[in-house]
T-cell receptor
Framework: EAGVAQSPRYKIIEKRQSVAFWCNPI?????LYWYQQILGQGPKLLIQ????????DSQLPKDRFSAERLKGVDSTLKIQPAKLEDSAVYLC????????????FGSGTRLTVV | KNQVEQSPQSLIILEGKNCTLQ??????????LRWYKQDTGRGPVSLTI?????NTKSNGRYTATLDADTKQSSLHITASQLSDSASYIC?????????????FGGGTRLMVKP
């Protein structure tokens, strides 16, 4: 079975620029998560989708971050404008609906804001 | 507030030695506990998953234990190899009315030296 695909793997941008990350979950996984992982820390949930609906976005900085999951499959996470403190790895994960088993993470996108 | 605390934060051991990583949690309601291995620049990869009724689970040289009464878990690595150098993250899952929720520990950074 193919894993969770993310792109790009690395991105370097200047502060105040915009950036977008893409995630393709495992086929059939209705639940999709975006996490922010700052170096040396555990991942922090940004947003959780179930199909194309948002379940939890309480920790998403909505003034600059946005995410969408059109058609309940692929998802994009956007930052506009980026700040230095946004430098982190952005992980996407997916799982089956209603199950806590089967969480699978993508390899992540490492963002550096300079 | 749900919390997962791991210790030590970092650990250096010699190749071939054993080590044990600790995880204490206060998560309710409890669904399951997972240990993940995260290589630098990669997404977390699941090592073990344990439910409330499971006390121990092994995956090769990795053995996880769970004491649901004291809310503690450990990950024991036997005969360490250089490739074991990574961060090990304890994650506790909770099912509630809002859906599935994962609480991440901060991780233990393990370095195995020759």
């Amino acid at each position: 079975e193919a894993g969770v695909a993310q792109s790009p793997r690395y991105k370097i941008i200047e502060k105040r620029q915009s950036v977008a990350f893409w995630c393709n979950p495992i086929s059939g996984h209705a639940t999709l998560y975006w996490y922010q992982q700052i170096l040396g820390q555990g991942p922090k949930l940004l947003i959780q989708f179930q199909n194309n609906g948002v379940v939890d976005d309480s920790q998403l900085p909505k003034d600059r971050f946005s995410a969408e999951r059109l058609k309940g499959v692929d998802s994009t996470l956007k930052i506009q404008p980026a700040k230095l403190e946004d430098s982190a790895v952005y992980l996407c994960a997916s799982s089956l609906v209603g199950l806590t088993y089967g969480y699978t993470f993508g390899s992540g996108t490492r963002l550096t804001v300079v | 507030k749900n919390q997962v605390e791991q210790s030590p934060q970092s650990l250096i051991i010699l190749e071939g030695k054993n080590c044990t990583l600790q995880c204490n949690y206060t998560v309710s309601p409890f669904s399951n506990l997972r240990w993940y291995k995260q290589d630098t620049g990669r997404g977390p990869v699941s090592l073990t998953i344990m439910t409330f009724s499971e006390n121990t689970k092994s995956n090769g040289r990795y053995t996880a234990t769970l004491d649901a009464d004291t809310k503690q878990s450990s990950l024991h690595i036997t005969a360490s190899q250089l490739s074991d150098s990574a961060s090990y993250i304890c994650v506790v899952s909770s099912d509630n009315n809002a859906g599935n929720m994962l609480t991440f520990g901060g991780g233990t950074r393990l370095m195995v030296k020759p």
